[in-house]
């Protein structure tokens, strides 16, 4: 059983899921980094950033290792990629002295 913030357990048939890795529907990124995982995605998968800026990272970071502003996306193409690091990553537009 679980509680209606979290989402069920994997699903066993063809349908992709995306999720975070503790799986709840919904995570702060102003805390920590979270892992999101993929399972049974037609990639390319595209990653948008929405009110905020992101830090995004593969496990090895070669692959991806990507600074978004709010607005802007990356497409992912490499199968290989299953799991995804992120954090909330502000970065600064302007510097007033």
Known sequence: MW???YLP???LTGMFDVRYSNRKKTERLDKEMQRIEMRRI???VK???EKTGLSI???TRKIVNERLKSGEE???SNSTI???ML???IIPDRCVL
């Open 3 to 5: 509680r209606a913030d």
């Open 9 to 11: 357990p994997f699903l």
């Open 42 to 44: 037609t990639y390319p």
């Open 47 to 49: 990653v948008r950033a």
């Open 57 to 59: 990272t593969y496990e």
């Open 74 to 76: 990356i497409t992912i």
């Open 82 to 84: 299953s799991k995804l």
């Open 87 to 89: 954090f909330e990553d």
